[in-house]
């Protein structure tokens, strides 16, 4: 794959811009690593490298809003599987971005495919996984590949925390049990959010809870190949609770 720095002009390919029609024999002109313009008739500069994309396709990069790149590793076996910390069903506290290993090959692998930014989430064995993060699938260290973190709450609904807490015998082995951990999580963090804000309104002293402050923060929901017992169970969730990025 060409590596594209600096100043360079892509021409003469289909271009697919991210929003409007695909422009045929279009120009796509990037100055110091930015894209400065996109059409059919577009001015380039003198200095700037002209790249002949004749007969292909351009396309922004592709964004993956459900990896486990980096923390699934490519060829690592046990040592770099970090994808769920399967010891406590509510891992609000747990965070993806911890352990992210940048030269895994999943990145590469992605990058060489137009995948230029994933959200990279913990797997779906808790009823909460974690705090995911979106990244870059390019850089030489974590902090040179972060977008936002974090960027959401990783939940789950389905037959995973059944499988995992019910061959340890213990909550939740039942859709019920997983609905009352992430009730139950959500319920503690009302209460710690009403604390918190009281103790601020009173300028008191407040000591904080890092899991009860992720799941205060969390306010959307994205269900993901959700059954319909899983959808009534999301819906009967988030009506009046602040909740999280579900997957069933």
Known sequence: MTQLNGSVAIVGGRVIPVDGDAIDNGTVLIIDGVIAAVGEDVAIPDGVTRVDASGRWVLPGFFDAHAHVGIDEEAQGWAGDDTNEMTDPNGARMRALDAINPADLGFSDALSGGVTAVVVKPGSGNPIGGQTVAIKTWGRVVDEMVIKSPASVKSA??????????????LPST????????????????????????????GEPFDRDPTSEVQCACSTVSCRGASTRTARTTSRLRSGWPTSSVTS
Do not use: F, M, S
């Open 157 to 170: 609904l389905g037959e995973n925390p059944k499988r995992v807490y019910g061959d340890k015998k213990q």
């Open 175 to 202: 859709r019920q049990g997983v609905a009352a951990v992430i009730r139950d999580a959500l319920t503690k963090a009302q209460d710690y959010r009403a604390k918190r804000e009281a103790a601020a309104a009173k």
